[in-house]
């Protein structure tokens, strides 16, 4: 992967909505998956390393964030994602996988590890949300209270694109921040769990 390279170079229709997709490098495949709100560039200066480790790295931006569509009306909990991400995995013919979630990204990993065990060679996860941590009281608030203007505007914004119903604007959005860098077989710990990436061909 070079640096002019973009993160993401495909995008496929799942379940009806259209998600932004990226291949790296061959070998044993790792899967990676962002958290809020944040997308897929927050792995951008760890694809390199992975890549370079052995890995062929999959990412994708989430429904609802990135460069995947966005609609409205659309279903994006934790549980739709893990059914997105099942349907992902399909899609790239993997039977089995690495998986590294970060934030909203280890919860939805480790839903899929719960309903998907036999699809995972290893499960690595960082800054997590656990038990009724999220969404927060405040995040409920500002989500509940604001909802009906963002619907509304959403709306309108498509009708102005021309899009069909349901459909917002696209856009690369800012980052929101990056996990530190990580080798295979290296631990990390920064104030919460430690993070653990296999080598390629081994086991957690």
Not at 48 to 73: C, K, N
Not at 94 to 107: E, M, N
Not at 128 to 152: E, G, V
Request: charge should be neutral; charged fraction near 15%; hydrophobic fraction near 40%.
């Amino acid at each position: 992967m070079t640096s002019q390279e973009p993160l993401l170079n495909g995008h496929v229709l799942i379940h009806g909505h259209r998600i932004a997709t990226g291949i790296h490098g061959a070998g044993t495949p790792l899967v990676l998956v962002h958290g809020t709100p944040a997308h897929s560039i927050i792995w951008r200066e760890l694809v390199p390393l992975f890549v370079d480790a052995g890995f062929q790295v999959h990412l994708y931006d989430l429904l609802g964030f990135g460069r995947s569509e966005r609609p409205v009306d659309a279903d994006t909990s934790v549980a739709a994602q893990v059914a997105l991400l099942a349907a992902l995995l399909d899609h790239w013919q993997l039977p089995t996988t690495h998986l590294f979630g970060h934030d909203i990204g280890g919860a939805i990993a480790l839903r899929l590890a719960f309903e998907h065990a036999s699809r995972l060679r290893s499960l690595s996860i960082a800054d997590a949300p656990s038990y009724d941590s999220w969404p927060s009281p405040t995040w409920k608030h500002l989500r509940d209270a604001r909802r009906p203007a963002c619907l509304d505007a959403g709306r309108r914004a498509s009708r102005h694109d021309g899009a069909p119903a349901g459909h917002g604007r696209f856009s690369q959005g800012q980052d929101a921040g990056r996990p530190s860098a990580v080798l295979p077989g290296a631990a990390v710990r920064r104030g919460g769990p430690a993070l653990v990436l296999p080598a390629p061909g081994g086991a957690l």
